[in-house]
């Protein structure tokens, strides 16, 4: 099979079908989301909202992976959307398949969350965080890609590590 081929092959399962539009839903909710904060909010100039003693609107140019680490500017910029979309287009080929659904929604939350960093990185050179939890000392400003991308994690972890060993202990009392 070609790789042409490979990946103009149509979604396979339903469930597949599902955890394209999981990862799409988590691509526009960020999409829109940093759209509304930049250009209706006017973060960019307000740099911070405070709602609540534990929560604030809070403008953070992250041009580092997750929660600002390995920052890079030029180039490093471009090998990081190579970098997301790559991982995207792997996760999307894979999640297309699925058979799993923790695994599935896992894969798609990961992959909607990349593509939504990546545009920022092409269209900004960084990305988009405003989500600030400091009041409940959590250090870092984030976004709904991040939030879906570790979310994501949190399910592939869930899947490997819990799902599948008892699927695994299942299997070997059947047989």
């Given at each position: 099979m070609s790789l042409n081929t490979h990946f103009a092959?149509?979604?396979?399962?339903?469930?597949?079908?599902?955890?394209?539009?999981?990862?799409?839903?988590?691509?526009?909710?960020d999409q829109v989301s940093k759209w509304w904060i930049l250009y209706e909010l006017n973060l960019a100039l307000l740099q911070q909202v405070k709602i609540s003693p534990l929560f604030s609107f809070t403008m953070v140019w992250n041009k580092g992976v997750s929660f600002g680490l390995l920052s890079s500017d030029g180039w490093g910029r471009w090998v990081l959307v190579v970098f997301s979309l790559g991982?995207?287009?792997?996760?999307?080929?894979?999640l297309r398949k699925g058979t799993k659904p923790v695994l599935t929604?896992?894969?798609?939350?990961?992959?909607?969350?990349a593509i939504g960093n990546a545009i920022d990185r092409?269209?900004?050179?960084?990305?988009?965080?405003?989500?600030d939890f400091s009041g409940l000392y959590f250090p870092w400003v984030f976004n709904i890609a991040d939030a879906a991308i570790n979310i994501g994690v949190a399910c592939l972890f869930l899947d490997v590590f819990l799902l599948s060993r008892s699927e695994t202990k299942d299997d070997t009392k059947h047989s």
């Open positions: 092959a149509p979604i396979t399962t339903a469930l597949g079908r599902k955890g394209l539009l999981v990862a799409l839903v988590a691509l526009i909710l991982v995207a287009v792997f996760l999307i080929d894979w929604y896992g894969l798609a939350l990961v992959a909607g969350g092409i269209y900004y050179g960084a990305v988009v965080d405003f989500l």
